[in-house]
């Protein structure tokens, strides 16, 4: 386990905009068809989410995004979701881009900003938190922090996301005991 904490940042913050404009694409680029497109990786919700930056010499090598919703209509990448999904206890905590620096990895920082986020959903009163993912990898780090299958989404409508193929639908109650 690495010594670097996570601090919490808003997402106007300028270390939020290197995260939009380096670190989630450098992370996503052993993936290239995610990124080909994008120079620059930001929506709506990045303006009102919760995110955790992991900071080195000034540069920001990883960093993880939460969300609050109502409704599964409401969750970023709803479309995938909605129709495919068990209805859910709310508030629903979305737990979402989730990059780590490839030279940063295997140190327990993703590990680390999975539980913030979920201790922090908790503190917040969230019934349950929700996640998506189509590496086994990743499916076995969220099951292992608690999260079950619940199904698999529909395709993403966004050909960047639907190249990688249907998303499993990860989902677990909080408050964990
Ligand atoms: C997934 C990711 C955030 C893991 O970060 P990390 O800091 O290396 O994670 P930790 O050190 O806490 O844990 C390491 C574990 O991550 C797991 N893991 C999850 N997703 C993985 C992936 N895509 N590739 C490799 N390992 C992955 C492995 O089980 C690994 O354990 P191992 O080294 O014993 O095999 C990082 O690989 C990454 O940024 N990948 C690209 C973006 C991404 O897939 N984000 C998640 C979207 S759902």
């Not at 497109?37 to 920001?60: N, Q």
């Not at 939460?66 to 209509?73: C, G, Q, R, V, W």
């Not at 979701?81 to 989730?98: D, E, H, K, M, Y």
């Amino acid at each position: 386990m690495s010594n670097l904490h996570p601090q919490e940042v808003t997402g106007d913050s300028p270390l939020m905009e290197r995260v939009y404009k380096e670190l989630r694409l450098t992370a996503w680029r052993e993936q290239p068809r995610m990124v080909e497109a994008l120079s620059y990786w930001r929506d709506e919700i990045d303006s009102t989410a919760r995110h955790w930056v992991i900071v080195d010499a000034g540069i920001a090598i990883a960093s993880a995004r939460l969300s609050f919703h109502n409704s599964l209509e409401d969750l970023p990448d709803a479309e995938i979701f909605v129709g495919f999904c068990p209805t859910l206890p709310t508030p629903i905590a979305s737990i979402n881009r989730l990059v780590v620096h490839p030279d940063y990895r295997r140190r327990g920082y993703g590990t680390r900003l999975d539980n913030i986020r979920l201790k922090a959903a908790e503190e917040w009163g969230c019934q349950c938190a929700i996640a998506s993912s189509t590496e086994p990898k990743r499916i076995k780090q969220l099951a292992d922090r608690g999260f079950k299958v619940v199904g698999t989404g529909r395709e993403h409508p966004h050909p960047m996301y639907a190249k990688r193929g249907r998303q499993k639908i990860l989902v677990c109650l909080l408050p964990r005991d």
